[in-house]
């Protein structure tokens, strides 16, 4: 076979979806893990090139996707309190919480402002020494490390009022959750590329080891997502379990050192809450305690009775799982569009309803 990235051709795409349909001689099922593959798979038409044996799901690659209700809930009540400014990443303004979204919160007068780095909403903190200005920290190994070096930096600059509600969570321990669930039932994990640079391949030895699972890391290219099919279903057929690298060009076994080292630095492990797949022990961060000054939920009122909900006819936790398609979802495309989205996974350019919304239902 030549080498993918040598020939970025449609005929080399050709060749490699032949290669599958001729290996795939079971029925295999292969969850991506990655928001950008999930886009990616879509915009390519690339379950259109796959076997009938062979069929993808979307997991828990989409960090506002897999944010629970009860987070987002408590965010906007952080924005409702004086002398607060809220920071965040453009995507997930129209999150839709329990009762309203951020959006529709900026609209009412709370002051909430979107930014392109946490270290924007250290400088704005730095610019209005009389706001608290709370950054809502979302996202897995990919984006932490930003938000222990803003926590740093606001450190060495002397700025006390730079706040993170920290909902970050780590991929691992939510692959081996889902390696574990015999409703879903997988053949192989379709590795996420931008994870992997940061955390590197070694870290998904233990799945491979504790459930006999395929872990295969690829890249975004469509010729790189089929390369990693491929790869997956020889690995199936062979009888084999272990991690491969079609990403070489960007992960290595380390991952990134420096990177992980800044978010040790800031953050410890803590149990998390991920939306549909509940608790998982281990799979959240929290600040250690020589950071807790910059913690935001030393602000957050005391608990109450109100419970966070989602819409009932909503199939979001579902689909994170892998047990639900968006289609399955009776809401998809009728009550809930881009335009007026019903739960996370059609508001994120990363959900799974979105993809399917603005590519594969064409």
């Known amino acids: 076979m030549r080498y993918i990235d040598e020939f970025r051709d449609g005929q080399l795409a050709q060749d490699l979806a032949a290669c599958i349909r001729r290996d795939a001689v079971r029925p295999i099922k292969l969850m991506e893990v990655c928001g950008t593959h ?78 392109y780095s946490p ?108 390369q990693a099919i491929w790869m997956l279903v020889k690995q199936i057929n062979d009888g084999h379990a272990e991690v491969e690298v079609q ?19 800031v953050f410890e492990a803590t149990d998390a809450d991920w939306r549909g797949i509940g608790v998982i022990p281990g799979s959240g961060l929290r600040f250690r305690q020589e950071f807790a000054a910059f913690d935001a939920a030393q602000f957050l009122p005391p608990l109450t009775d109100t419970v966070s909900t989602e819409p009932s006819v909503c199939a979001c936790g579902e689909i994170l799982k892998g047990r639900k398609t968006p289609t399955d979802c009776p809401a998809f495309g009728k009550g809930c569009t881009p335009a007026r989205p019903l739960g996370a996974c059609m508001v994120s350019s990363e959900g799974s309803c979105a993809a399917e919304y603005r590519y594969a239902r064409r």
């Open 38 to 115: 999930t886009m990616a798979i879509a915009r390519h038409g690339i379950k259109s090139l796959l076997p009938d044996t062979v069929r993808l799901i979307s997991g828990p690659g989409c960090p506002v996707c897999v944010t629970p209700q009860s987070d987002i809930d408590r965010f906007i009540g952080l924005g409702r309190q004086p002398d607060v400014t809220l920071t965040s990443f453009g995507d997930m303004l129209r999150v839709p919480g329990t009762t309203t979204s951020l959006e529709t919160e900026r609209a009412r007068g709370v002051d909430v402002r979107v930014v």
């Open 119 to 226: 270290l924007d909403a250290v400088a704005f903190a730095q610019e209005h020494p009389e706001r608290r200005v709370i950054f809502c920290g979302v996202g897995f190994e990919t984006t932490t490390p930003a938000v222990a070096l803003a926590v740093l930096e606001a450190q060495r600059s002397g700025v006390t009022n730079f706040f993170v509600l920290c909902g970050h969570k780590t991929m691992p321990q939510a692959l081996i959750a889902l390696a574990g669930d015999p409703e879903v039932a997988l053949d192989g994990f379709i590795c996420p590329g931008h994870v992997s640079a940061i955390l590197g391949s070694d870290a998904y030895l233990p799945i491979v080891a504790a459930y006999h699972i395929p872990c295969v890391i690829t890249g975004f290219e469509p010729l790189d997502i089929l």
């Open 247 to 265: 990403y070489s060009r960007a992960v290595l076994p380390a991952g990134n050192p420096a990177a992980a080292a800044c978010t040790h630095t």
